[in-house]
């Protein structure tokens, strides 16, 4: 079973930007979070689609936005980019997102802004 | 103060050595993951505990749910080991009926050959 993708793997943009970001999760998982990593807040979650619909949300501004696909694709966007953006953006999926299901992570996506 | 906190923040052991990681949680939870995260960022998830305990190979992960405490071992340690290693709970308190992951700030293991 090919794992989660995402891409692109690397991107620079400049402040005031926008970016789309994509995660394509393990075949019959139907859960995708994404979330932000960087050195000085570590790991933060910032939303959860399931089954197409936005299921929870972290405590990040509006300028980060996403949404899911009929096929469980899931694209992330930031809108009017700023430089505290430049992180490692993961998403993972499980087969529900219950309580204890298994999260899998992919590769990440990070992103610079200058 | 942090909802999951870690201890120690950096390590650094001999190869061979017996390694304890601790990870002590204040909020409710339905499920406690330790994950492992290389260079270059890769994370992979090592366990998922609610209850008890849970072993791979030389991997032992233990969870005290009455005194939300848990601790992730690692014995005969090799300079594979080498990673961040984070502790995320998952809390029905925050976020929707699921709970969001809340992560600690993660333990870096450097092991020595």
């Known amino acids: 079973k090919a794992g989660v993708t995402q891409t692109p793997r690397y991107l620079i943009k400049t402040r005031g930007q926008q970016v789309t970001l994509s995660c394509s999760p393990i075949?019959?998982?139907?859960?995708v979070s994404w979330y932000q990593q960087t050195p000085g807040q570590g790991l933060q979650f910032l939303f959860e689609y399931f089954s197409e619909t936005q299921r929870n949300k972290g405590n990040f501004p509006g300028r980060f936005s996403g949404r899911q696909f009929s096929n469980s694709r899931s694209e992330m966007n930031v809108s009017t980019l700023e430089l505290g953006d430049s992180a490692l953006y993961l998403c993972a999926s499980s087969s529900s997102g219950g309580p204890v299901d298994e999260q899998f992570f992919g590769p990440g996506t990070r992103l610079t802004v200058l | 103060k942090n909802e999951v906190e870690q201890s120690p923040q950096n390590l650094t052991a001999q190869e061979g050595e017996f390694i304890t990681i601790n990870c002590s949680y204040s909020?409710?939870?339905?499920?406690l993951h330790w994950l492992q995260q290389h260079p270059g960022g890769g994370i992979v998830s090592l366990f998922m505990l609610s209850s008890g305990k849970k072993k791979h190979g030389r991997l032992i992960a233990t969870i005290n749910i009455q005194e939300k405490h848990s601790s992730l071992h690692i014995t005969a340690s090799h300079p594979r080991d080498s990673a961040v290693y984070i502790c995320a709970v998952r809390s029905p308190n925050y976020g929707g009926s699921q709970g969001n992951l809340i992560f600690g700030k993660g333990t870096k293991l450097s092991v020595k050959p």
């Open positions: 075949s019959g998982h139907r859960s």
């Open positions: 909020v409710g939870i339905s499920a």
